[in-house]
């Protein structure tokens, strides 16, 4: 069984750094698309970034870019999520997602249904 599990979140204040890792369990990562993802109360969850099966190739939502770095570990069958500067609309649950689909090397989807698997979230606040 495939299991994702978030960890890292928590609050700080706003210009703040926090990184964030999702360990997966059950399947290795090396050959998969993996994401993260967040999402405010009373809103839909929405991309924040994506990286391809070895790192190579990266995206991310206008609203983080140049602030987060996405990166990965295969050895580890970890993801992680850099995030500096933070602000405090960047206040969400933080989930990361394996997606099962391969479609060409730089493959690295940014919309939800695209992904398989979940994690269970982390809740990242930051204060003003």
């Known amino acids: 069984q495939v299991q994702l599990v978030e960890s890292g979140g928590g609050l700080v204040q706003a210009g703040e750094s926090l990184t964030l890792s999702c360990t997966v369990s059950?399947?290795?990562?090396?050959?998969?698309?993996m994401g993260w993802f967040r999402q405010a109360p009373g809103k839909e969850r929405e991309f924040a970034a994506s990286?391809?099966?070895?790192?190579?190739?990266?995206s991310y939502a206008d609203s983080v870019k140049g602030r987060f770095t996405i990166s990965r570990d295969n050895a580890k069958n970890t993801v992680y999520l850099q995030m500096n500067s933070l602000k405090p609309e960047d206040t969400a649950v933080y989930y990361c997602?394996?997606?099962?689909?391969?479609?060409?090397?730089?493959?690295?989807?940014?919309?939800?249904?695209?992904?398989?698997?979940w994690g269970q979230g982390t809740q990242v606040t930051v204060s003003s």
């Open positions: 990286i391809n099966w070895n790192g190579a190739s990266t």
């Open positions: 059950g399947r290795p990562v090396s050959s998969h698309a």
């Open positions: 997602a394996l997606a099962l689909r391969y479609d060409g090397p730089s493959y690295r989807p940014i919309r939800t249904d695209e992904y398989d698997y």
